[in-house]
């Protein structure tokens, strides 16, 4: 079976603050794709990166960037310079290449203040 | 349309109830989901369509749920005889198709079992 674990429930940080988002996960499959989502108080998820697990490169976007290490199955989520716009709820997941249920963890609520 | 549309946002309904939810996915995506959000449970996968079919209802919470998709497009999810844990955020996804692992989310319609 296959699970995401996103230990930090709840992250709170000052404006401009860099802050790294955890995520763990669990499968006995060789092939699989994984998932950052950003959920805002609008409830709308919003997808923001996919990486399948033949690459394992690390990738910037912005001020995001993701670091996929398949050794410690983990996949983290790195905000720079942190923005109030970036308080929301994230949420990492993983979908097999045989399914296509995307399988979520708990989510990680970010808060940022000015 | 322009994203994945989901109506009603909210319902509010009686124990016991029959209530049908709504989605709209993005003009030619053939492939949809249904999930559910709830505070205890996170966030679950319910039913996919290919087309209008749905080949694994086994995701379904019980035999209350039931899903349908017509011309390959409006899908309605229907809880027969509502019950309290039923209260929560339904979340529909639309993609390309069902090799395409980028999903795009509905608003979702939240519902509250009274």
């Known amino acids: 079976a296959q699970k995401v674990t996103q230990a930090q429930t709840e992250i709170s940080v000052v404006e401009k603050e860099d802050v790294t988002l955890d995520c763990v996960y669990e499968?006995?499959?060789?092939?699989?794709?994984l998932f950052w989502y950003k959920q805002p108080p609008s409830g709308e998820l919003v997808f923001l990166i996919r990486?399948?697990?033949?690459?394992?490169q690390n990738e910037i976007s912005g001020r995001y960037s993701w670091n996929f290490q398949k050794s410690t199955s983990s996949f983290n989520f790195t905000i720079t310079a942190s923005q109030v716009v970036d308080s929301a709820v994230y949420f990492c997941a993983l979908r097999l290449n045989s399914g296509y249920a995307l399988n979520f963890g708990k989510g990680t609520s970010l808060l940022v203040t000015p | 349309g322009a994203g994945v549309s989901q109506s009603p946002s909210n319902k509010v309904t009686e124990k016991g109830k029959d209530v049908e939810l709504r989605c709209d996915p993005i003009?030619?995506?053939?492939?949809l989901y249904w999930y559910r959000q709830s505070l205890g449970q996170g966030l679950e996968f319910l039913i996919y369509?290919?087309?209008?079919?749905?080949?694994?209802k086994s995701g379904l919470p019980s035999d209350r749920f039931s899903a349908e998709r017509t011309g390959g497009s409006v899908s309605t999810l229907t809880i027969q005889r509502t019950q309290q844990e039923d209260s929560a955020v339904y979340l529909c996804?639309?993609?390309?198709?069902?090799?395409?692992?980028?999903?795009?989310f509905g608003q979702g319609t939240r519902l509250t079992v009274v």
């Open positions: 996804a639309s993609s390309l198709a069902l090799w395409d692992t980028e999903a795009f």
């Open positions: 990486r399948n697990s033949f690459d394992e």
């Open positions: 003009s030619g995506h053939t492939a």
């Open positions: 499968t006995r499959d060789t092939t699989y794709y």
């Open positions: 369509f290919q087309g209008n079919s749905a080949p694994d």
